[in-house]
């Protein structure tokens, strides 16, 4: 199965930045999109950001838009770089890969185990 691994997280104060790293192997012909989801405490996970592994089409949470930016290394690694962050940022973020992109949790296939950002007002 798609193997992902996230790094990045870490604690930062309330408009700084910060880029999340995922590593993406045993790919196959169906790993078509990769994406960024978040899960705040006590909340349901929610898409934040995909990318197709191919042409590079984009997607983003209306939340995230012009803050956050995704980006793909020939499908084997997705980032995901973080602007002017807020406290409604503060999550656990999972990278993910699926057949299609899409924002929904429910239409992802794989997903990595997380990587925590807290970001403080």
């Known amino acids: 199965a798609v193997k992902l691994r996230e790094s990045g997280g870490d604690s930062v104060q309330a408009g700084g930045s910060l880029s999340l790293s995922c590593s993406v192997s045993?790919?196959?012909?169906?790993?078509?999109?990769l994406g960024w989801f978040r899960q705040a405490p006590g909340k349901g996970r929610e898409g934040v950001a995909t990318?197709?592994?191919?042409?590079?089409?984009t997607d983003y949470a209306d939340s995230v838009k012009s803050r956050f930016t995704i980006s793909r290394d020939n499908a084997q690694t997705v980032s995901l770089q973080m602007n002017n962050l807020k406290s409604d940022d503060t999550a656990n973020y999972f990278c993910?890969?699926?057949?299609?992109?899409?924002?929904?949790?429910?239409?992802?296939?794989?997903w990595g185990k997380g990587t925590l950002v807290a970001v403080s007002s």
């Open positions: 993910t890969a699926a057949s299609h992109c899409t924002l929904h949790p429910y239409g992802v296939e794989h």
């Open positions: 045993e790919v196959d012909y169906s790993t078509n999109c």
């Open positions: 990318i197709y592994t191919a042409g590079g089409t």
